[in-house]
């Protein structure tokens, strides 16, 4: 069975702080994907970003960068100088590839960001 | 391009009574699901459905029912509301290839007092 553990329930910065939130991933597959969606007080789900279990390599989107290591089943993402904007709940989600290719959430990590 | 579009946005219901909570996608998606979500919890599917006529259990589908008579529309039912069901219901759909994320609708808020 696949499982996403986020560790992190809750993150309170100051505004400009580099925050970095921890997902760590079990399952059985060789190919699996990876995604970390944004929700924000509105409560609409955001997708940000997907990661496939082949393409170990890491990314930067503007303040935004991920760390994906297979190794230790580990997807992190990382928010540089953040902003009172990203105060949201982000969750870290496993795709399988079995049948209609479920995506498993984790519990989420709230990210408060104050001034 | 609607996308995935949910109705209603929110609802109250008395403990027994029974309800359907819509969902209609326009993207020609042929994976559909539904999702609750309880307050700090992530969210945990209820049901799927990988074509018209073929629906499945998720993780938590006690106390729901769902049909997937066309592409569409995927709705899902509630009989005899309790409390437990009280949440955030999101619906989603896909295509098959799972590296393509899901597309979320904006969620239902439905409270069983």
């Known amino acids: 069975a696949q499982k996403v553990t986020q560790a992190q329930t809750e993150i309170s910065v100051v505004e400009k702080e580099d925050v970095t939130l921890d997902c760590v991933y079990e399952?059985?597959?060789?190919?699996?994907?990876l995604f970390w969606y944004k929700q924000p007080p509105s409560g609409e789900l955001v997708f940000l970003i997907r990661?496939?279990?082949?393409?170990?390599q890491n990314e930067i989107s503007g303040r935004y960068s991920w760390n994906f290591q297979k190794s230790t089943s580990s997807f992190n993402f990382t928010i540089t100088a953040s902003q009172v904007v990203d105060s949201a709940v982000y969750f870290c989600?496993?795709?399988?590839?079995?049948?209609?290719?479920?995506?498993?959430f984790g519990t989420g990590t709230r990210l408060q960001v104050t001034l | 391009n609607a996308g995935v579009t949910q109705t209603p946005k929110f609802r109250i219901l008395k403990i027994g009574q029974s309800m359907t909570l819509q969902c209609t996608q326009d993207?020609?998606?042929?994976?559909m699901y539904w999702y609750r979500q309880d307050p700090g919890m992530g969210l945990k599917l209820i049901y799927y459905?990988?074509?018209?006529?073929?629906?499945d259990k998720g993780e938590v589908p006690n106390g729901y029912n769902v049909s997937r008579s066309t592409t569409e529309d995927f709705p899902l039912r509630l009989e005899l509301a309790a409390p437990s069901q009280t949440s955030v219901y999101f619906c989603?759909?896909?295509?098959?290839?799972?590296?393509?994320?899901?597309?979320f609708g904006s969620g239902t808020r439905l409270t069983v007092v």
């Open positions: 989600a496993l795709r399988d590839t079995g049948t209609a290719s479920k995506l498993t």
């Open positions: 993207m020609n998606h042929n994976y």
């Open positions: 990661r496939n279990s082949f393409d170990e």
């Open positions: 989603a759909s896909s295509y098959s290839q799972g590296q393509v994320g899901y597309t």
């Open positions: 459905s990988v074509g018209a006529g073929i629906t």
């Open positions: 399952t059985r597959d060789t190919t699996y994907y």
